[in-house]
């Protein structure tokens, strides 16, 4: 056996894709191809009302594929949320199991399918399998059944991913459950179902993308992890040169297309674009891993207290996930930046198309960040969303619970690190 002490192998895994405009409408026919005769779809009330998923289900039906429908999933899902999906999908699926799960609908809704999946075939509670040390980070007991992802926004490359982000209401703290058997079996992107996306929530959804090639571009590169065994290989193995190549990709086509894509929503091609990046990205993060944005976000979420979002139908309040990655992101960069000039500042070209800049270049980065953050209407800092400098402390609390995504940071940081990326983030410009 080689004898190495530090790593020397990553791995890589993404879904099989099928995508462009009209995609959505071949969903009945992929999932008969998987030899299934009963299926869950999963969407929430939004797009229920789009008429999509009942769309899918007739194409479903006709293929000979029996379904039921959940169309309550939570944006932003919570522990509380996914206990009680899990909870009615037992019930529609009475003595006959589902064979298999369609999730209709942003990040939140694959995330619940995921979620859902989990719990129907491995049983147990939810906290079994949320990552330490909020959770067990217990790995699935029994393999999950097919998920084919159909998302209706361009943001969390929930589709690519095997990770399920969610709200653990009791400890006022996001989390995650993370392990390769969640990612979907087949993942169905149809620009077309994002056209009718508000500005806001198209702006929110992005910056989700954007940060996730930015923390898998710059995370640790995966030879500086100590060495693992074929069993206790993560999701999360670092940087390598098949994510960077997606996280890239993305990066180029954020700058071509996101503003427009927020600012004149009915441009098809914008649109695609968006929806590639997000795609390109999760292919990018979901092997490589975030890092400190993302870790900082979580308690941001958890803790917030009356904020309610601008272009949002939300009844609670909240920070949509994208707006919550993206306060922190600025100065997280500039703290990561020693670890890698070169990475960052070709980060910051990708990011801002090549634009020439004065700036130094610690600050190129989290130049080409505010610039777009300003264009597109993302909150200004921390403060804009309901925090002050009496809530750091909190925070860096919060964000200290985040251990699988700090364990990917380039570089490690201590309690007063993250107290000063909170204090630098409370107004960004």
């Given at each position: 056996m080689t004898d190495l002490r530090t790593e020397s192998v990553f791995t890589w895994g993404a879904p099989p894709l099928k995508f462009g405009p009209g995609a959505a409408d071949e969903v009945g026919y992929d999932v008969a191809r998987l030899g299934v005769r009963r299926v869950l779809v999963?969407?929430?009330?939004?797009?229920?009302?789009?008429?999509?998923?009942?769309?899918?289900?007739?194409?479903?039906?006709?293929?000979?594929?029996?379904?039921?429908?959940?169309?309550?999933?939570?944006?932003?899902?919570?522990?509380?949320?996914?206990?009680?999906?899990?909870?009615?999908?037992?019930?529609?699926?009475?003595?006959?199991?589902?064979?298999?799960?369609?999730?209709?609908?942003?990040?939140?809704?694959?995330?619940?399918?995921?979620?859902?999946?989990?719990?129907?075939?491995?049983?147990?509670?939810?906290?079994?399998?949320?990552?330490?040390?909020?959770?067990?980070?217990?790995?699935?007991?029994?393999?999950?059944?097919?998920?084919?992802?159909?998302?209706?926004?361009?943001?969390?490359?929930?589709?690519?991913?095997?990770?399920?982000?969610?709200?653990?209401?009791?400890?006022?703290?996001?989390?995650?459950?993370?392990?390769?058997?969640?990612?979907?079996?087949?993942?169905?992107?149809?620009?077309?179902?994002?056209?009718?996306?508000?500005?806001?929530v198209t702006a929110a959804s992005g910056m989700d993308i954007v940060c996730h090639a930015l923390e898998s571009y710059t995370a640790r590169h995966y030879t500086t992890f100590l060495r693992h065994t074929a069993d206790t290989r993560v999701a999360y193995n670092g940087a390598n040169p098949?994510?960077?190549?997606?996280?890239?990709?993305?990066?180029?086509?954020?700058?071509?297309?996101?503003?427009?894509?927020?600012?004149?929503?009915?441009?098809?091609?914008?649109?695609?674009?968006?929806?590639?990046?997000?795609?390109?990205?999760?292919?990018?993060?979901?092997?490589?891993?975030?890092?400190?944005?993302?870790?900082?976000?979580?308690?941001?979420?958890?803790?917030?207290?009356?904020?309610?979002?601008?272009?949002?139908?939300?009844?609670?309040?909240?920070?949509?996930?994208?707006?919550?990655?993206?306060?922190?992101?600025?100065?997280?960069?500039?703290?990561?930046?020693?670890?890698?000039?070169?990475r960052h500042l070709r980060a910051a070209s990708l990011l801002s198309g090549g634009a020439a800049t004065d700036a130094a270049p610690v600050e190129r980065l989290p130049e080409a960040l505010i610039a777009l953050m300003r264009d597109i209407g993302i909150p200004s800092g921390v403060a804009?969303?309901?925090?002050?400098?009496?809530?750091?402390?909190?925070?860096?609390?919060?964000?200290?619970?985040?251990?699988?995504?700090?364990?990917?940071?380039?570089?490690?940081?201590?309690?007063?690190?993250?107290?000063?990326?909170?204090?630098?983030?409370?107004?960004?410009?």
């Amino acid at each position: 056996m080689t004898d190495l002490r530090t790593e020397s192998v990553f791995t890589w895994g993404a879904p099989p894709l099928k995508f462009g405009p009209g995609a959505a409408d071949e969903v009945g026919y992929d999932v008969a191809r998987l030899g299934v005769r009963r299926v869950l779809v999963l969407t929430d009330p939004r797009i229920a009302a789009t008429g999509l998923p009942a769309r899918i289900g007739e194409a479903l039906k006709a293929a000979g594929v029996d379904y039921a429908v959940y169309d309550r999933a939570h944006s932003e899902p919570t522990d509380e949320s996914l206990r009680a999906a899990a909870a009615v999908a037992a019930e529609l699926a009475g003595e006959t199991e589902f064979d298999a799960f369609v999730a209709v609908g942003g990040g939140s809704v694959i995330d619940t399918g995921k979620a859902v999946n989990l719990l129907s075939t491995s049983g147990g509670d939810l906290m079994d399998y949320v990552n330490k040390p909020v959770g067990e980070g217990l790995a699935p007991r029994k393999p999950p059944k097919p998920l084919i992802a159909v998302p209706t926004t361009a943001g969390t490359g929930s589709e690519s991913t095997p990770v399920c982000v969610l709200d653990i209401l009791g400890l006022k703290v996001k989390s995650g459950i993370s392990h390769p058997s969640l990612r979907p079996v087949l993942a169905v992107v149809d620009p077309l179902v994002t056209l009718s996306l508000p500005a806001a929530v198209t702006a929110a959804s992005g910056m989700d993308i954007v940060c996730h090639a930015l923390e898998s571009y710059t995370a640790r590169h995966y030879t500086t992890f100590l060495r693992h065994t074929a069993d206790t290989r993560v999701a999360y193995n670092g940087a390598n040169p098949v994510s960077d190549t997606w996280s890239e990709k993305a990066l180029e086509l954020v700058a071509r297309s996101f503003r427009r894509a927020v600012l004149v929503g009915t441009d098809l091609n914008a649109r695609t674009d968006m929806m590639m990046a997000a795609t390109f990205a999760g292919m990018g993060f979901g092997n490589a891993g975030v890092h400190l944005p993302h870790a900082c976000a979580y308690p941001i979420a958890g803790m917030v207290r009356e904020y309610r979002p601008a272009g949002f139908d939300a009844d609670h309040a909240m920070v949509p996930h994208g707006q919550s990655v993206s306060l922190t992101a600025p100065a997280a960069f500039r703290f990561t930046f020693p670890t890698d000039p070169d990475r960052h500042l070709r980060a910051a070209s990708l990011l801002s198309g090549g634009a020439a800049t004065d700036a130094a270049p610690v600050e190129r980065l989290p130049e080409a960040l505010i610039a777009l953050m300003r264009d597109i209407g993302i909150p200004s800092g921390v403060a804009a969303v309901g925090f002050t400098s009496d809530d750091v402390g909190a925070l860096v609390e919060g964000a200290l619970k985040q251990q699988r995504l700090l364990s990917v940071s380039p570089r490690t940081p201590a309690a007063e690190d993250l107290a000063g990326i909170f204090a630098a983030s409370m107004e960004n410009w």
